[in-house]
């Protein structure tokens, strides 16, 4: 068995990674406790070696810490929680998936109707889209429109970027999206200074989920590696 063991320099040369690195990880428990020589100094195996690469391999897919959640089951030997983690972080990729398309969805409903040119009241606006103005006002204060105030009357007064980003904010919300979710995109709405060259981010958002889905696929050969190690399925 000598041959098998690796010193904790070699471990860390197969990853591209510090020694200290590879301590870290084994006191998070991502890497299983290391096999101790009679003089005390730690000595990795093979199955270090592939739980570090599951972990490597987990990390762009899932996320720093999922991956260490899910290495740290594996090592508790706790599998189904494990797999219940990887799990999760596809039912968030797909979630991701539904949000980007709703978004697009709502950005078509709107191309064909561009918001009126100048300014409406909080009344037409609502009657328009066959909502309540105290809908609006809700939409106001959590900050997903900014409606400016007329100086003599007091009232609303919505300009075409306003009414454009009301617009928007019904969409997703008649998509069952929440208005947490939905403030992120308003924002980018607007530092983009409209809809238009918002198609390069989805194109990158589009790019990411890709690559994501990718990882995801990479990462599940190594735990799957790893876990037959620990756990064959034979």
Same mark, same amino acid.
């Given at each position: 068995m000598a041959?098998?063991?690796?010193?904790?320099?070699?471990l860390?040369r197969a990853c591209g990674l510090s020694?200290q690195?590879?301590r870290n990880?084994e006191?998070?428990g991502?890497?299983?406790?290391a096999?101790? /020589?009679?003089s005390?100094?730690?000595?990795?195996? +093979?199955?270090?070696?592939?739980a570090?690469?599951?972990f $490597?391999?987990?990390?762009?897919g899932?996320g720093?810490?999922a991956? /260490?959640?899910?290495l740290q089951?594996v090592?508790?030997? @706790?599998?189904e929680?494990?797999?219940r983690?990887?799990?999760e972080?596809?039912?968030?990729?797909?979630?991701?998936?539904?949000?980007l398309l709703?978004v697009e969805?709502?950005?078509r409903?709107?191309?064909?109707?561009? +918001? @009126?040119?100048?300014d409406t009241?909080v009344?037409?606006?609502?009657?328009?889209?066959?909502l309540?103005?105290?809908?609006l006002?809700?939409? @106001?204060?959590a900050?997903l429109?900014?409606p400016?105030?007329?100086?003599q009357?007091g009232?609303?007064?919505y300009s075409?970027?306003?009414v454009r980003?009301?617009?928007?904010?019904?969409?997703?919300?008649r998509?069952?999206?929440?208005l947490?979710?939905?403030?992120p $995109?308003?924002?980018?709405v607007?530092?983009?200074?409209?809809?238009?060259?918002?198609e /390069?981010?989805?194109?990158?958002w589009h790019a990411r989920?890709?690559?994501? /889905?990718r990882?995801m696929l990479?990462?599940a050969?190594a735990?799957?590696?790893?876990?037959e @190690?620990?756990?064959?399925?034979?």
């Open positions: 041959q098998n063991l690796q010193r904790p320099v070699d860390a020694t690195a590879i990880y006191a998070d991502i890497l299983p406790p096999e101790r /020589s009679l005390g100094y730690r000595a990795y195996t +093979p199955v270090h070696l592939l570090l690469r599951a $490597l391999a987990l990390v762009p899932h720093h810490r991956a /260490s959640l899910i089951a090592n508790r030997d @706790e599998v929680v494990a797999l983690l990887v799990d972080s596809h039912v968030q990729l797909l979630d991701d998936r539904r949000t709703a969805a709502a950005l409903d709107l191309a064909p109707t561009p +918001p @009126e040119r100048g009241f009344g037409p606006l609502a009657h328009k889209l066959g309540r103005p105290a809908t006002r809700k939409w @106001e204060r900050g429109v900014h400016r105030r007329d100086r009357t009232y609303r007064v075409a970027a306003d980003d009301t617009q928007l904010v019904h969409q997703l919300r998509g069952g999206y929440r947490d979710q939905i403030a $995109l308003i924002a980018q607007r530092s983009a200074g409209g809809i238009a060259p918002l /390069s981010t989805l194109r990158d989920l890709t690559a994501r /889905s990882a990479t990462g050969a735990l799957d590696a790893y876990l @190690e620990r756990h064959p399925t034979g």
